[in-house]
Structure formats: C-alpha cells, structure tokens
C-alpha cells in the first residue's frame, strides 16, 4: 500500500530533551516536507526536500532540523525542544516537481501529535 | 510573495444545504497550481483536486465543484447538498516556483454541517 508514515504518532517529552520524528514514504517520492499544524494558523511549512541531500528551509525552520540520508525517509529533529514546539506535525510526499519548477500534490503522513512540557 | 487567504474561519450549515468555501491566493508567477484538501475530524489529510493555472475550466465531481478565477485570483469549493459526513477542516494550498519549493497553505475553514 502506498503510504506516508511517521513514528510516534503521540509523544510527551520535557524541555530540552531531544527527539527525531520519523518520517518515510515508500512511493519513490523525490520531495518530501514537514508540516505544523496549530489553532488558527493552518498548516505551516518546516522545511522541504527536493532529493537526497537536498533541503531547503519553510517558513518556521528555527529550532527544527532534518536530514535526507536515503529518498525514502525524512526525519525532523527537534535538537532542543520548547514548549512552543507543542503542536500536530505532519510529514508529506511529492512524487515529482512538475515541469521542473511547481511541486505537485503531496501525500501526507497520519500526523504526530508533540507536547513539550 | 505567496499567500492563501481562506476568510471563513468556520462556517455551520443544516444538511442539505449547499455551501461554499472561498479561497484567494497572492502570486508573482503566472503560472502555478492549487490545490484543495480536507481534514475530517480523524485528522488525516485528505487531497480533493488540484488546478493548473492555464486550466480555468470549472471542475464538478459529484456534489463538490470548484470555481476558478484568475481575474480574482479566487479558487472557490461549493459542496451541493452537504452532508453530515462533509464536516471538517478544509484547506486551500498553492504551489509555484518563486526560487523556492514552498507549497503555501491557507488557514482552513472549518465547515460543520448539522442533523
């Protein structure tokens, strides 16, 4: 089945104490990016991944890293993380960047729900 | 620069009632996709249709229907005959090529549609 996952899908954790969310897709996909969601503000890019070894920054990259090792897995890493990083992540695939300049509709992960006390 | 402005933070109808879902976008580029996807209350992420910019052709698909204008830069959702099972958060995104890859969300509307 092609799909988009991501581990944990919950996760309780304490200022400060690193933590990497998984994410991987097993369609071929070569762009890949992370979301947050919270109240109000919709869905808000992180940063993306136009391939292997190939990232870029969203719009609220502070406190947040990833890495693309491999095309199918895109891990976010919180190095420090805050209480102001509490919201609903979600991972996404793209299959291609159409025509070479616009990403294409992307396939999104179940959602990991981070609280940072 | 790239913006998706989606008004209606929530919207309540009564089922059977037809509904529509405003979108406006902000664009340099001319050309460019959109895109509309929903959220039921399960929370995944659900795609519903995308639109390339030279495609200003009305999309129908059963009780939904999209409304394209680019001389309002509008991508507009109607959903005929609501049901209770249309309720959820509903999304706009639009993508183009700005030197980034970005893929720009709007806030969401929020459609509830009541027994």
């Known amino acids: 089945e092609a799909q988009v996952t991501q581990n944990p899908r919950y996760l309780i954790t304490v200022t400060g104490k690193k933590l990497t969310v998984t994410c991987s897709q097993n369609m071929n996909h070569e762009y890949m990016s992370w979301y947050r969601q919270d109240p109000g503000l919709g869905l808000r890019q992180i940063y993306y991944?136009?391939?292997?070894?190939?990232?870029d920054k969203g719009d609220v990259p502070e406190g947040y890293k990833v890495s693309r090792k491999e095309k199918r897995n895109f891990p976010l890493i919180l190095e420090s993380p805050s209480p102001n990083q509490t919201s609903l992540y979600f991972c996404?695939?793209?299959?291609?960047?159409?025509?070479?300049?616009?990403?294409?509709?992307?396939?999104f992960g179940p959602g990991t729900r981070l609280t940072v006390l | 620069a790239q913006k998706v402005t989606q008004a209606q933070t929530e919207i309540s109808v009564v089922e059977k009632e037809d509904v529509t879902l405003d979108c406006v976008y902000e664009?340099?580029?001319?050309?460019?996709?959109l895109f509309w996807y929903k959220q039921p209350p399960s929370g995944e992420l659900v795609f519903l249709i995308r639109r390339n910019s030279f495609d200003e052709q009305n999309e129908i698909s059963g009780r939904y229907s999209w409304n394209f204008q680019k001389s309002t830069s509008s991508f507009n959702f109607t959903i005929t005959a609501s049901q209770v099972v249309d309720s959820a958060v509903y999304f706009c995104?639009?993508?183009?090529?700005?030197?980034?890859?970005?893929?720009?969300f709007g806030t969401g509307t929020r459609l509830k549609v009541l027994a």
């Open positions: 991944s136009m391939n292997v070894e190939v990232t």
């Open positions: 995104a639009l993508s183009e090529y700005s030197g980034t890859y970005k893929y720009i």
């Open positions: 996404a695939s793209s299959l291609s960047v159409a025509s070479g300049r616009f990403v294409d509709t992307q396939y």
């Open positions: 664009t340099r580029d001319t050309t460019y996709y």
